[in-house]
């Protein structure tokens, strides 16, 4: 018996029935087994090991290439009742849902190892961890588990302490897009997914486990499980605040959350701590403070576009014990992607193993990632660990937009910020397959991670203004404007930080603004630009409004609200109106 815990027992042995796999591993996260595991894939070929003296412990893995992002369309909530799932997620019901995948699941894994992952998301001795069990017959799903999660034996004795875990089944079966699905079950805290290796598809503990499932679960249980980024902020006075921020798939949230302060502020003595780059689990605090876990142990983070000029951090935290996943390879087995370097070194190996020459597409999948451990990284703060979470001062949406939204905004109260949070639009991203640069709607981020209705999402939101009285300020920021010749506007990565100054500042009652329809605008010198090439023109363009262009926007929110019928939360469409109101006034 390898659990003292009986339902785990018999769900696995009922699995393994179904699955039928050669062997059955229960993790333990040990040094041995993440040997074992590296070595068995090395001599698979699914890790190619990369130069040991530049990146010692570094694995190439190069996935099938038609698994390369998440799959929307193949992506259900299984809930009794379909308004449950809402217009936000593609629904089936359960028993139909069970019935297609476990037809997928009839002896796919013969031949193969059937891995038991125990796991635990969030620091191990916190009350607002939750814990799962995800089966795998993925050696590369164990090998990024075991960095994404606190994952093994400590993770298997809270469960047996606790007795409930989430279940989650994983096979990448044949890889055959037309066989996979990602089904959650929350009402039975479940999943299945089959057919796909992928990081959001595959590492159940993630998007599945911590943001479908745990979306739903906050709401019953009082709390919010969102798609957000935690980063801490000192100010020259050593003062520390923290600030979530949402922003879709591939817009921004790994970057802000290992910003380097330009120089001036460095030797002022701003600081950057880093607690969470993708998801952030938020409880209301005795003190009527938000208090936020990051409930990941590492980064599966974009590489292309990470260069030294970008995000060196990351860089810096890449250069061992790190598994790279569709990037280009070098002559001497470097990792390579666009972005790192200019021009691309001679020899390049494609990501998908093919000599590489330029004008023929990118050497490195535009979605290719990184997984690291969060401790490698230069800005991580044991505050990553605190049990009771870090308190927030601040709450930042943001989406990619070419045009239209200002560089920052500020809600005018926590309504209007939910308003702003549900009115998230975004040019969509390679994190997902299918077209780029369309935009879409994509409320506080979650359009494809909230497991429940989002019209109850946002009653969900607007309600804990009943429960903490201290609530952080919302924000909505822009770092994509492009002027008409393409470029964007604003510099961005490190220099966000000239925004963070102004958030903060707001937070304490500070910093200049002009109050508009669309919430308070910094005047045109709020912002430090010192040091930048922007000119006072514009700064203006990209902090103003353009009223007809505002009143487009409205419309197609307002159809986009619609297809929540009645529960679309009254609060939301008279914020609606009021800004109409105020925009044709
Ligand atoms: P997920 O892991 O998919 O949830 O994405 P993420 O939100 O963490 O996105 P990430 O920080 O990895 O950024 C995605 C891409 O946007 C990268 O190619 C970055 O280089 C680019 N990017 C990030 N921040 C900025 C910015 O401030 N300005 C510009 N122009 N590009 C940015
Ligand atoms: C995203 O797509 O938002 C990611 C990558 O963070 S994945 O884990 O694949 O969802
Ligand atoms: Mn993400």
């Known amino acids: ?35 074992s595991i590296i070595d068995l894939m090395v001599k698979a070929g699914t890790f190619i090991p990369l130069n040991p003296e530049t990146h010692p412990g570094c694995y190439l893995h190069r996935s099938d290439p038609s698994d390369v992002a998440r799959t929307e369309h193949l992506t259900f909530v299984c809930t009794k009742d379909q308004e449950t799932a809402g217009p936000n997620n593609n629904w089936m019901a359960p028993n139909e849902g069970h019935k297609k995948i476990d037809a997928l699941f009839d002896g796919c894994m013969k031949g193969r190892t059937l891995y038991v992952i125990p796991y635990c998301m969030g620091p191990i001795d916190s009350p607002l961890s939750r814990c799962g069990v995800e089966i795998t017959d993925s050696a590369y799903v164990v090998a990024n588990m075991r960095i994404m999660t606190r994952m093994g034996t400590p993770a298997l004795k809270r469960i047996e302490r606790e007795n409930t875990f989430v279940k989650g089944l994983h096979s990448t079966g044949d890889l055959s897009p037309d066989r996979r699905f990602v089904m959650h079950f929350p009402e039975e805290l479940t999943i299945k997914s089959i057919g796909s290796g992928y990081g959001g598809n595959a590492l159940l503990g993630k ?71 993708d998801i952030a689990w938020i409880h209301p605090g005795k003190d009527g403070r938000l208090y936020a876990i990051n409930p990941e142990a590492g980064y599966f983070g974009v590489a292309p576009g990470t260069g030294a000029n970008t995000n060196p951090t990351a860089l810096n935290m890449l250069h061992k014990n790190a598994i790279f ?100 639009a975004s040019e969509t991203t390679a994190a997902a397959t299918g077209a780029v640069g369309v935009v879409r709607r994509d409320p506080m981020a979650m359009q494809p991670f909230c497991g429940y209705n989002f019209g109850d999402y946002w009653t ?63 005047t045109v010198d709020a912002i430090d630009v010192s040091g930048l090439n922007m000119t006072p023109q514009a700064m203006r363009e990209l902090l103003s409004i353009e009223v007809p262009a505002w009143k487009l926007e409205l419309d197609g929110l307002n159809e986009y609200f619609a ?23």
């Open 325 to 424: 996943t569709n990037v280009a390879l070098t002559k001497d087995k470097k990792p390579w992607w666009e972005g790192l370097s200019k021009p691309a070194p001679e020899g390049l190996t494609d990501w998908q193993g093919r000599p590489w020459e330029s004008g023929k597409g990118p050497a490195a999948h535009p979605n290719s990632r990184f997984t690291v451990s969060a401790q490698q990284c230069e800005s991580y703060t044991p505050a990553a660990e605190d049990a009771q979470g870090v308190p927030l001062s601040a709450i930042i949406f943001g989406g990619r937009r070419k045009e239209l939204a200002p560089l920052v905004v500020e809600s005018v109260s926590w309504k209007h910020g939910v308003f702003l949070g549900a009115s998230v």
């Open 1 to 35: 018996m390898t659990t003292t815990n009986k339902n785990l027992e018999q769900w696995v042995s009922d699995v393994a029935r179904l699955t039928k796999p050669d062997k059955i591993h229960w993790c333990t996260g040990d040094e041995a087994e993440k040997k």
């Open 207 to 277: 998007k599945c486990h911590a943001l479908r499932l745990g979306s739903f679960q906050a709401r019953n249980e009082g709390w919010l499980a969102e798609h957000m980024l935690i980063v801490g902020i000192e100010n020259p006075k050593g003062e520390r605040h923290y600030v979530a921020a949402a922003f879709p798939s591939a817009c921004g949230k790994t970057n802000l959350a290992m910003l380097i302060p330009p120089q001036a502020y460095r030797e002022k003595g701003w600081k950057v701590f880093t607690v969470g780059d």
């Open 563 to 585: 297809k929540y019928g009645s529960r679309l939360p009254k609060d939301l469409s008279e914020e609606k109106k009021r800004i109409l109101n105020e925009l044709n006034s």
């Open 460 to 522: 969900h939101w607007l309600s804990m203004e009943k429960t903490s009285s201290k609530l952080p300020k919302i924000f909505h920021v822009n770092w994509f404007r492009q002027d008409k010749a393409g470029n964007y506007m604003w510099p961005g990565f490190g220099d966000n930080m000239r925004v963070l100054e102004w958030i903060l500042k707001r937070c304490e009652g500070k910093g200049e603004a002009t109050r508009t329809p669309i919430g308070y605008l910094p």
